[in-house]
């Protein structure tokens, strides 16, 4: 069982930035691919980010190419999101997800969500 809690949330204007932190407890970090998810209200979540278990891939969504980073750091079991030029559009909770595939199991994991709030 994997427990994931995001923090660095917080309100910022047009233009700023965040970094979103992801850190993992329980389970063998190294092993999960990591992702960041969005949701709006009265949206459905949405992809963000994803990387790899080792951290050599990287993929975005097309709304956050070039804005987003993502990253991580097995010694710490935390995984990051750097949000740069942020759009109000970008308001949503942000979710990290944890997952993992064996022959016989998935495993997906979520955190409890971070608010992200972008005031024009």
């Known amino acids: 069982q994997v427990q994931l809690v995001e923090s660095g949330g917080g309100l910022v204007q047009a233009g700023g930035s965040l970094r979103l932190s992801c850190v993992a407890s329980?389970?063998?970090?190294?092993?999960?691919?990591m992702g960041w998810f969005r949701q709006a209200p009265g949206k459905e979540r949405e992809f963000v980010a994803r990387?790899?278990?080792?951290?050599?891939?990287?993929n975005y969504a097309d709304s956050v190419k070039g804005r987003f980073t993502i990253s991580r750091d097995n010694a710490k079991k935390t995984v990051y999101l750097q949000m740069n030029s942020l759009k109000p559009e970008d308001t949503a909770v942000y979710y990290c997800?944890?997952?993992?595939?064996?022959?016989?199991?998935?495993?997906?994991?979520w955190g409890q969500g971070t608010q992200v709030t972008v005031s024009s």
């Open positions: 329980g389970g063998t970090f190294s092993r999960y691919a």
């Open positions: 990387i790899s278990s080792g951290g050599g891939s990287t």
């Open positions: 997800n944890a997952r993992r595939s064996t022959w016989s199991k998935e495993y997906d994991y």
